[in-house]
């Protein structure tokens, strides 16, 4: 019931501040703008496609890439829709009346952590809607489309974890979405160095979150790499209600 | 009810930014009574308030709450403590009435019980005519009473007010004290804070008296001990010259 109510509350919040309509507009224009010029390029490009064996589709050309370019957005618009859920109320202090209700720290992150899941979750299919629309006229590759679509719906819930973890290490919203930022790029890229080196595979290889994404967008669900997101996610919650709890000692 | 205190504190004690912010505090309170709590600045009123509210674990000492310890398990704190912490922290992007709900709500009041509470605080309170308004574009008089709203819309048994008539006119000072008297003759405690001696005269039955960290009065209201009035024994101590 308490979980409940401090999504909903915290959902309220989202929906009465400009942030997050304006981040949704935004990127929801530049997104259907991209959807729009690979549509047209896919549409001009069916001759030469209708030549070739085994050519690529409206999936691998279209819909795939959007979703790609979503992920992309995402490393920027997940930190700032984060970057004041528990870092602005512990500035203005109404994160400590929030703990004053004696409801658990868990329950304060995963309530708003399910709160900007259910936003991310609206602009998801707010994007995804377009390559369905139009593969539903077509011939779309749907297993793949759906594992696309699975790996960036968990890299959204990864990149909000983070991203409340992050909130919840400082009282300064700014430095929050700075931290889930580079966080982000470094799990993004941690394993370049290794690449550099002509090194494949082996513990860097998997910790690094592109190698994971990089499979379901090949429409290759493994469950090494949903175990991987899985754990970046429960990381995530585990120290951010970590660092909530010792609030209480801390002050 | 029970004869039992409704709050036992017993050597409750806490650092805070490097200092004694509070040390070995003791003191119970009974359903039903007023404390005041009188202090200088950094006296370690809100300290100890926070502590009492379950947002500030103490380093040491024990809090319980209706018979049950209350360090160990805040979460208690749901039903029967209601906070108004100083300077009344509200969400600027949420009504007058949207609050009350959510705090009903986060104290576990079904829909209907959060519906019917928020309005009967709204009536009680007189912020019928700012139910719509933002929190953000509130007067301070006006954020206060909504945050006294938010510490009572679940009717607690422990209140603990911190300055609540911080930039109330007096007409609103009048109308707190009445809410206050009205809530203990219910049977709730409360404690409350504050820099006005006047305030604590008016409404409490009990006063403390806190000073750089340590309690160094607690007394009915009307007992003058060594005949002095109760300015006489805050400046006196206050000053480092009284007990």
Request: proline share 4%; with cysteine.
């Amino acid at each position: 019931m308490s979980l409940g109510a401090v999504t909903r509350l915290e959902l309220r919040r989202l929906a009465v501040r400009p942030l997050a309509w304006a981040i949704a507009a935004l990127t929801i224009a530049w997104l259907a703008w991209s959807f729009v010029l690979g549509l047209g390029q896919f549409l001009g490009d069916q001759v030469k496609l209708a030549g070739m064996a085994d050519a690529p589709g409206f999936t691998d050309l279209v819909a795939i890439p959007l979703l790609a370019e979503l992920a992309k957005l995402a490393f920027l618009v997940v930190p700032l829709m984060t970057m004041s859920l528990l870092a602005g109320e512990r500035r203005t202090g109404t994160l400590a009346l929030l703990a004053s209700t004696g409801l658990a720290p868990w329950r304060i992150v995963l309530g708003k952590y399910l709160a900007v899941l259910l936003w991310l979750s609206l602009w998801l299919l707010a994007t995804l809607a377009m390559p369905l629309v139009v593969g539903a006229e077509s011939t779309a590759d749907w297993g793949k489309l759906a594992a696309a679509t699975l790996g960036t719906a968990l890299l959204l819930a990864t990149l909000a974890a983070i991203g409340v973890a992050c909130s919840a290490a400082t009282s300064f919203p700014a430095i929050s979405a700075a931290m889930a930022l580079i966080v982000t790029l470094v799990l993004w890229t941690v394993d370049r160095g290794a690449q550099a080196a002509g090194i494949s595979g082996g513990f860097l290889e998997w910790l690094t979150m592109a190698t994971h994404l990089q499979n379901l967008l090949r429409g290759l669900v493994v469950s090494s790499d949903l175990i991987w997101f899985v754990l970046a996610i429960a990381l995530s919650l585990i120290l951010a209600t970590r660092r909530l709890g010792g609030d209480r000692e801390r002050q | 009810m029970t004869d039992l205190p409704l709050l036992n504190v017993a050597g409750l004690s806490r650092r805070r930014a490097g200092r004694a912010a509070v040390t070995d505090l003791s003191f119970s309170l009974n359903r039903g009574e007023v404390l005041g709590l009188l202090g200088v600045n950094g006296a370690g009123k809100s300290t100890t308030l926070s502590m009492l509210a379950g947002a500030l674990r103490p380093e040491a000492g024990s809090i319980t709450l209706d018979g049950r310890d209350f360090v160990t398990h805040p979460g208690i704190a749901r039903s029967l403590v209601g906070w108004l912490p100083e300077a009344a922290p509200l969400w600027p992007e949420l009504s007058v009435e949207e609050h009350l709900l959510a705090f009903a709500r986060l104290r576990g009041f079904s829909r209907t019980a959060a519906r019917k509470s928020a309005d009967a605080m709204i009536v009680r309170l007189q912020l019928g005519d700012l139910r719509r308004r933002l929190a953000g574009v509130l007067s301070q008089g006006q954020r206060q009473r909504l945050g006294v709203a938010c510490a009572l819309v679940h009717d607690p048994a422990l209140i603990i007010l911190d300055e609540p008539a911080n930039a109330l006119d007096p007409v609103q000072t009048g109308e707190l004290r009445k809410l206050v008297r009205e809530r203990a003759a219910a049977g709730a405690a409360v404690i409350l804070s504050t820099h006005v001696l006047g305030e604590v005269v008016a409404v409490c039955d009990r006063v403390a008296i806190l000073h750089e960290g340590r309690l160094r009065h607690d007394a009915p209201l009307h007992d003058k001990a060594g005949g002095k009035t109760l300015e006489a024994t805050f400046f006196a101590i206050a000053t480092g010259a009284g007990p």
